[in-house]
């Protein structure tokens, strides 16, 4: 339960509250089950505070300081954080459905299984911040940072996550499906068995990223950079890779029925037993490839640069 002392304080306003925390830096705010409907408590300073169930209701929480503060299983429905410090709170289970995060400061918080159900967490900062489960869906990331995030099994469907930054984070199983990921930055991450259907790629930096079994059908990757990427028995069905770089790419056992590869640069990929049946390559360097056992049937070839390229009988092209 919430300290009386601390509670009657806050009520005096945030001036007073901020005044009170200044003169006692070593005193831990108690604010537990509190709840605040409609208040203003823009740069409130809430360090290190137990926050836990409390209900932050349409409250403006902009600019506050949330550095280490315990919100767990707290409630922050349609509340502004514009601009707040979170550096490292605990948000575990916390109710953020439509919260305004927008530039928060978000660093190595914990969000596992949080509901981020329409947030608006545009350009904010959530580096090595853990996010394990927690739902995402119809968010609004817009060049947020997620370096090195924990993001697996994360509902990113339907998100914007434009021009956002995932680089080194692990997206492990994550539904990233109708998600729009153009321009996004996922060099070195993790997205193997990730759902990435029907997804927006185009332009997005995929190099060195583990694509394992990922789902991209239907997926849309033009111009997306997949340099050294892994991509082993990935479902590519329909997916439009045109002007794509896969060079170096691992392709082994994907499924890339009906793929569209028109000019794309797969210099040196290996497309082992992949399954190009009725792809269009039309253009498409493979120079040096791996096509061993690999399946052309009904696949455009025309003006495809093979030179060097191992074929699927294991013969080399000239």
Avoid at 50 to 72: I, K, Y
Avoid at 234 to 246: F, I, K, P, S, V
Wanted: aromatic residues 6%.
């Amino acid at each position: 339960m919430a300290d009386e002392e601390h509670l009657a304080l806050l009520k005096q306003g945030v001036t007073a509250w901020n005044e009170w925390w200044q003169n006692h830096p070593k005193n831990k705010p108690n604010l537990e089950g509190v709840k605040f409907k409609e208040a203003n408590l823009r740069e409130v300073n809430f360090f290190k505070a137990d926050l836990r169930e409390a209900t932050f209701s349409r409250v403006d929480l902009s600019m506050a300081n949330l550095e280490g503060a315990n919100l767990g299983i707290a409630m922050l429905d349609e509340a502004t954080l514009y601009t707040a410090i979170l550096y490292k709170a605990n948000l575990r289970e916390a109710n953020l459905y439509r919260t305004d995060l927008r530039e928060a400061d978000l660093s190595q918080v914990d969000l596992s299984m949080a509901n981020l159900r329409e947030a608006n967490l545009c350009t904010a900062v959530l580096e090595r911040a853990t996010l394990y489960t927690a739902i995402l869906y119809k968010a609004n990331l817009w060049e947020a940072s997620l370096y090195k995030a924990d993001l697996r099994e994360v509902d990113f469907s339907m998100a914007n996550l434009r021009e956002a930054n995932l680089s080194m984070a692990n997206l492990s199983m994550a539904n990233l499906c109708m998600a729009n990921l153009v321009g996004a930055t996922l060099y070195g991450s993790n997205l193997s068995r990730a759902n990435l259907s029907v997804a927006n790629l185009c332009m997005t930096n995929l190099i060195d990223a583990n694509l394992h079994r990922a789902n991209l059908v239907n997926a849309t990757l033009i111009g997306a950079n997949l340099y050294k990427a892994s991509l082993v028995r990935a479902n590519l069905r329909e997916a439009d890779l045109r002007e794509g770089t896969l060079s170096m790419a691992d392709l082994s056992e994907a499924s890339l029925i009906n793929t569209n590869l028109g000019r794309a640069n797969l210099r040196e990929a290996n497309l082992c037993k992949a399954n190009l049946s009725m792809a269009d390559l039309e253009g498409a360097n493979l120079h040096r490839a791996n096509l061993k056992d690999a399946n052309l049937k009904g696949a455009n070839l025309q003006g495809v640069y093979l030179k060097e390229a191992i074929m699927p009988d294991g013969t080399v092209h000239e």
